[in-house]
DNA sequence: CTGTTAGCGCTTTCAG
DNA sequence: CTGAAAGCGCTAACAG
């Protein structure tokens, strides 16, 4: 019962003494061809077991129905949710997916797409590593006919497509939720200074506490190169301090996870000594015993399906030229 | 400094007044064209920014450098921590990954696997949803000439490639560390009964108290359909009993943190009144503060890697005919 | 060492 | 309404 090799078209014609071209039409449902010709060509076809050969109709269509997504890391709750639903959407339109990690090295992330490139995807959708400083990728693409999004992670650019999450919104709320149940000593456990998930951490937090009238103290912003030392070393920075912070925002809940720890393991009791509000990136807070007081939800779902519905108007629009810049804002969710 | 189309071979031909077929020859370092000419040929090649079109060449080769990978969920930890090391995998040896999920629909899992084979992906990696009854597809990819790996959650067949996890030995060391704790009320909250995963688990179990000269007790054993509910009835069943069972084994983390929150809310001390082990979905226990005594640790990463290095070897040797079955061993790992 | 020719399977003018 | 023929870009016999 297998046939070596599937049935093509060709054979079809010859078993009904017709053309190929009536059967080709015939099978995508040419209006120009007759009824009866039509179901007697699709009888033959499924008698044979016809399957269109998809390599033939991608490089006669220059149309791969494929979409490639590049992430730092494929395991990474943050990503897996985002990817979760980018295939969600890619299904519904009946695309697929081609998937590549970078590992924040800058030349894996770079081979990825050139790959990408090869395969001729439809297009892209992109969150840059952590390292890559050369973005001539994009034009590569560009000069490619390949749309590309860029969301969670992108490059600092004009003229690109973007989704990201306003860091600030969340922040706001956050800081206000400190003040108005009597924190004043609050701080931040930021990233690596130069990153600019961390940068717009910074201002955020700076905004926040002029609106609430708090004067910003440089020695309440530590960071962390978001290893567990790192951290560590972070959160004893402000523990030594003459007046240490009742309150702190952390840059991500594994930040939070290790800080928390440290202060548990100092004797100082959470929620009560010192409260704890971290960006979110990972879920299952509700069954921790004591979780931080909220977190700051970036929606990385949310985020993959708008990136993913864009990147398709893109692919059905190729001509578009001003850069779409969509913005989601972070918000607050409690925890406790 | 758009190229419209980009260049192809004949182009090149042209401009060196040569065939095409040596352009093709020189681009692919074939040992029969002079140094001089596949030289000549490369450069020009460069200067017109010259890429092959990769899906002429799938199309020629009937191949398509491109493995699928079809499982129940993308954003599962477990499946993440597989696709991590899947696509490692797969980038070593250049090749891509195209990834569908199947939420567990059969139906969409099916179709998944339609489009893999109309993709004509060298490949596919499998992990079988719950509600899996029909297993014609693996005949469907057979008669296209695609190997497949299953891997995890494998169907009940002979004549398949398998990579799963032996989920008894975990259990039987989780079993004596109990017994040489000096459990011997010993309880298992099991998923659906007639899902493999759990009937392993539950012989699995029964093997491990034999082993240990613990009589079975049919009350010891609950059953949860995995949703928080379920896993709540679950455990009210046991601490309702007579002898409630000191240590409990639990089908997975998940259920793990579920019923570990319901004991404690009902005032029982963790580690001290009631003893868990689960088997391990989730990374994150160091930071809890009462974590299980153990997990029983299934290595997902080392299991995606092993499937897809078997998966490689088939697409290299296509007529193997003896189905490979690879089995993990399960093993305890200590949290407290 | 290189050129000629044919063809992968499908779509698509252009003629009838 | 249908057929003939060309061609997408590349590779691989088969000749020289």
């Known amino acids: 019962m297998k046939e070596g090799k599937p049935a093509t078209i060709k054979e079809i014609a010859k078993r009904l003494k017709i053309s190929p071209s009536t059967v080709s039409r015939a099978l995508n449902d040419h209006p120009s061809i007759g009824l009866v010709t039509t ?14 050969n998809q390599t033939a109709i991608f490089f006669k269509q220059r149309k791969t ?25 890619a299904h519904e339109k009946n695309y697929t997916v081609i998937m590549g990690q970078s590992l924040d090295d800058a030349d894996r992330e770079f081979r990825i797409l050139q790959t990408l490139k090869t395969h001729r ?22 000069g490619a006919g390949i ?12 003229n690109i497509h973007t989704v990201v999450s306003d860091l600030e919104t969340g922040m706001l709320e956050a800081i206000d939720m400190f003040v108005s149940c009597g924190h004043h000593a609050i701080s931040l456990i930021n990233g690596p200074a130069r990153l600019p998930a961390s940068i717009e951490r910074r201002n955020a937090y700076c905004k926040g506490l002029e609106k609430c009238n708090i004067p910003f103290r440089e020695e309440y912003v530590v960071n962390t190169d978001l290893t567990s030392e790192g951290n560590e070393s972070a959160i004893l920075q402000l523990l030594a301090l003459p007046d240490r912070p009742s309150a702190v925002v952390s840059f991500n809940d594994y930040v939070a996870l290790d800080v928390m720890m440290i202060v548990r393991q100092r004797g100082l009791t959470l929620n009560q000594d010192i409260h704890f509000i971290s960006y979110a990136n990972y879920p299952l807070w509700k069954y921790m015993e004591n979780p931080p007081m909220a ?17 398709f108007e893109l692919i059905q629009t190729p001509e578009r030229t001003d850069p779409v810049k969509i913005v989601f804002k972070s918000s607050l969710i409690n925890q406790a």
């Open 295 to 311: 977190s700051i939800e970036q929606f990385p779902g949310d985020q993959g399906r708008k990136a993913a519905e864009l990147l």
């Open 65 to 89: 129905f494929t979409i490639g997504v590049v992430l730092p890391s494929l395991s990474e709750p943050f990503f897996s949710a985002a990817i979760s639903e980018i295939e969600n959407v």
């Open 39 to 52: 179901m007697r060509v699709k009888k033959v076809a499924a008698e044979l077991n016809y399957e269109p």
């Open 147 to 158: 749309p590309i999004v860029f969301f969670d992670c992108v490059p600092d650019l004009d």
């Open 121 to 142: 995807v439809d297009g892209v959708l992109m969150s840059i590593g952590k390292n890559t400083q050369d973005y001539q990728f994009v034009e590569l693409l560009k």
